[in-house]
Protein backbone atom coordinates (compact mmCIF):
# COMPACT_ATOMS: atom_id res chain seq x y z
CA UNK A 1 0.00 0.00 0.00
CA UNK A 2 1.50 3.34 -1.01
CA UNK A 3 1.75 6.09 1.78
CA UNK A 4 -0.69 8.93 1.43
CA UNK A 5 0.59 12.14 -0.11
CA UNK A 6 1.31 14.27 2.97
CA UNK A 7 2.12 17.49 0.86
CA UNK A 8 -0.17 19.65 -1.05
CA UNK A 9 0.56 20.68 -4.61
CA UNK A 10 0.63 24.34 -3.31
CA UNK A 11 3.57 23.02 -0.68
CA UNK A 12 5.40 21.67 -3.31
CA UNK A 13 5.05 24.88 -5.40
CA UNK A 14 6.00 26.62 -2.59
CA UNK A 15 9.49 24.89 -2.09
CA UNK A 16 10.15 24.43 -6.06
CA UNK A 17 9.84 28.36 -5.56
CA UNK A 18 12.30 28.77 -2.73
CA UNK A 19 14.49 26.38 -4.57
CA UNK A 20 14.67 28.76 -7.56
CA UNK A 21 15.19 31.93 -5.46
CA UNK A 22 17.83 30.44 -4.09
CA UNK A 23 19.51 29.13 -7.24
CA UNK A 24 19.35 32.42 -8.77
CA UNK A 25 20.33 34.23 -6.04
CA UNK A 26 23.64 31.79 -5.77
CA UNK A 27 24.25 32.25 -9.89
CA UNK A 28 24.01 36.29 -9.46
CA UNK A 29 26.62 36.17 -6.42
CA UNK A 30 28.30 33.87 -8.65
CA UNK A 31 28.22 36.27 -11.62
CA UNK A 32 29.28 39.60 -9.79
CA UNK A 33 32.45 37.38 -8.27
CA UNK A 34 33.20 36.28 -11.90
CA UNK A 35 32.99 40.02 -13.21
CA UNK A 36 34.97 41.01 -10.11
CA UNK A 37 37.78 38.43 -11.16
CA UNK A 38 37.86 39.66 -14.46
CA UNK A 39 37.75 42.89 -13.77
CA UNK A 40 41.18 42.09 -11.30
CA UNK A 41 42.50 40.13 -14.21
CA UNK A 42 41.99 42.57 -16.85
CA UNK A 43 43.62 45.45 -14.65
CA UNK A 44 47.02 42.44 -13.57
CA UNK A 45 47.30 41.63 -17.26
CA UNK A 46 47.06 45.98 -18.26
CA UNK A 47 50.48 45.44 -16.10
CA UNK A 48 52.09 42.95 -17.48
CA UNK A 49 55.18 43.37 -19.05
CA UNK A 50 55.05 42.48 -23.15
CA UNK A 51 57.73 39.78 -22.66
CA UNK A 52 54.77 37.80 -20.89
CA UNK A 53 52.10 36.51 -23.20
CA UNK A 54 49.05 38.21 -21.71
CA UNK A 55 46.89 35.06 -23.67
CA UNK A 56 48.77 32.24 -21.48
CA UNK A 57 47.97 34.68 -18.27
CA UNK A 58 44.53 35.15 -19.45
CA UNK A 59 43.65 31.20 -20.30
CA UNK A 60 45.33 30.41 -16.95
CA UNK A 61 43.10 32.72 -14.96
CA UNK A 62 40.35 31.72 -16.74
CA UNK A 63 40.87 27.69 -15.78
CA UNK A 64 41.26 28.46 -12.10
CA UNK A 65 38.24 30.41 -12.05
CA UNK A 66 36.08 27.60 -14.18
CA UNK A 67 37.93 25.29 -11.46
CA UNK A 68 36.92 27.42 -8.49
CA UNK A 69 33.11 27.59 -9.60
CA UNK A 70 33.34 24.10 -10.64
CA UNK A 71 34.64 23.43 -6.70
CA UNK A 72 31.97 25.56 -5.47
CA UNK A 73 28.85 23.79 -7.17
CA UNK A 74 30.34 20.45 -6.01
CA UNK A 75 30.64 21.54 -2.64
CA UNK A 76 26.77 23.27 -2.54
CA UNK A 77 25.63 20.26 -3.81
CA UNK A 78 27.00 17.75 -1.29
Known amino acids: MPAPHTTSPAD??????????I???????????????ERVVRALVAELPSAVSKKAVLRAMA????????????????
Do not use: G, P
Open 12 to 21: DNAALLRRVE
Open 23 to 37: AEATIARLVAESRER
Open 63 to 78: RDAVATVRARFRRSAA
